[in-house]
């Protein structure tokens, strides 16, 4: 346990309890803080100083050695290459994501029809996404989070690849190696074609024999992809993405240094966009929760270095999240703000006080004018707000 003043506190810090105040109040409930507007309540209830658990701080003040990229895997950014705004980005975002569903398509059927995958347009489209990753990638971020619940399968695949893609950029780590990490996240899962329909998509707990079977997926990914040729970090990746540093996942039984960086991470970012991810039967989690639980795995499961980075990268608002303005202003974030997690611009499209649509309007949180702050993250179901019509109508391109 640690003390520190309010005025240390941040958003991602666990609060334990209040040790120092000019007043009497009472946590209730230990917890996360969320949002600086949280912090802000505190400071007017009279709070000075409060005891904080670090273990289970989600995001670390001090950065900590990078584990992967060293100054000569630094990537050098094209000369010609434009950078783009997220809407100037979006068609090309969308059009990459539609590419990548035809092609997984085409792959389920290749291996069905017992023929070998053909690699070539999966590390094109694997580029492709780097690409626009560089160019902006708050437009293939937000995509990530317009699920179709009934499309996880062909979905988490790509939404692990463009997760990947981000990460990668953000650990530094140079070009050819990304694509190699984006390819093998695309196809990590491909074996899961190989498991019976009814095991696959079976909503509950599985039995100790459907587990088994399904456990087998991972194997059969890295048997597929070594049949249509590759090698390396992507065969890695679609084998060892359930292996856990602690020795206790599969199908090897790996542990500790046996796993790779590369492996490290692609298995947080599939297990955090398990979490997320709106099923038929379940709706998808926060990520200030997802992150809870890769935390909770630390360091027995997951890399809590590698973690630490990821949560940093992400934030704890993604882009494409529907958030609550303290103004009751509802919108989608649709910048991130690396600096200032809590301060992305958020287009806004709804009120929650007069429950109905409003004017679009873009808040960027950050200016030193906006009054309003973040308040927290909700769910489209919570306004009866269709997503996806103001996804369809463009709102964001
Ligand atoms: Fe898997």
Known sequence: ??????????????????????????????GWVKTQAGIN??????????????????????????????????????????????????????????????????????????????????????????DSVFRNQDALACLTQMRQKDAYLLEHSINVSILMGIFAKHLNIEKDTIVELTTGALLHDIGKIKIPDEVLNKPGRFTDDEFKIMKMHSLFSK?????????????????????????????????????????????????YDALTAERVYKAGMEPIKAFKILKDGCPDS?????????????????????????????????K???GAPLKPVVKTFYSAKHSRYTEVKDIDLSNKKTVD?????????????????????????
């Open 223 to 271: 048997e597929i992809l070594e049949d249509s040729g590759l090698t390396g970090i992507a065969v890695d990746i679609a084998g060892m993405h359930h292996e856990r540093l602690d020795g206790k996942g599969y199908p090897f039984g790996k542990k500790g240094d046996e796993i790779s960086q590369y492996v490290r991470m692609a298995s947080m970012v599939d297990v």
């Open 336 to 338: 991130s703000n690396p």
């Open 41 to 130: 309540n505190l400071i007017k209830a009279g709070i000075l100083e409060v005891e904080i658990d670090p273990d289970k701080t989600l995001i670390d003040s001090v950065p900590e050695k990078d584990p992967i990229a060293t100054p000569t895997t630094k990537i050098k950014r094209d000369p010609w290459q434009k950078i783009n705004s997220a809407e100037q980005e979006m068609g090309k975002a969308k059009k990459l994501y539609d590419e990548a569903k035809t092609l997984q398509i085409k792959a389920f059927k290749d291996i069905k029809a017992g023929r070998d995958i053909d690699i070539a347009p999966f590390r094109e489209l694997a580029s492709g996404f780097m």
């Open 1 to 30: 346990m640690k003390t520190i003043p309010i005025t240390k506190l941040v958003p991602g810090m666990f609060v334990q309890s209040v040790t120092k105040q000019t007043g009497s109040i009472k946590i209730k409930n230990q």
């Open 302 to 334: 997951f890399d809590p270095v590698l973690l630490n980075k990821f949560i940093q990268c992400i934030g704890i608002h993604p882009v494409g999240t529907l958030v609550r303005l303290s103004s009751q202003r509802v919108g989608l974030v649709t």
């Open 373 to 397: 702050t973040l308040e927290s993250a909700v769910k489209p179901k919570e306004y009866n707000i269709d997503l996806e019509r103001f996804y369809k109508n463009s709102i964001l391109s």
